[in-house]
């Protein structure tokens, strides 16, 4: 079976990216794994189709952005 794959990067500071992947962690995550390393996030996607693997990134880049622009409410 094909296997289609995407990386997903975002850069902030350990506190922020450590909110922002409990943020998707509850998703689901057999599709996809998530690695800080210093001020930077990789989440590894992964889908048996193009169509899955748009679909998971769509949501996970929603999450993301949700969760960013609260963070960036609360610290204002």
């Known amino acids: 079976m094909e296997s289609h794959e995407a990386i997903l990067t ?11 992947k409990s943020s998707i962690e509850i998703d689901d995550a057999d599709s996809f794994e998530i690695v800080i390393k210093d001020n930077q996030m990789e989440i590894h996607v992964s889908s048996p189709s193009l169509r899955s693997l748009r679909s998971t990134v769509d949501d996970i880049l929603a999450c993301l952005s949700a969760a960013e622009a609260t963070l960036n409410e609360i610290e204002e």
């Open 10 to 20: 975002w850069f902030g500071n350990s506190s922020q990216l450590e909110v922002l």
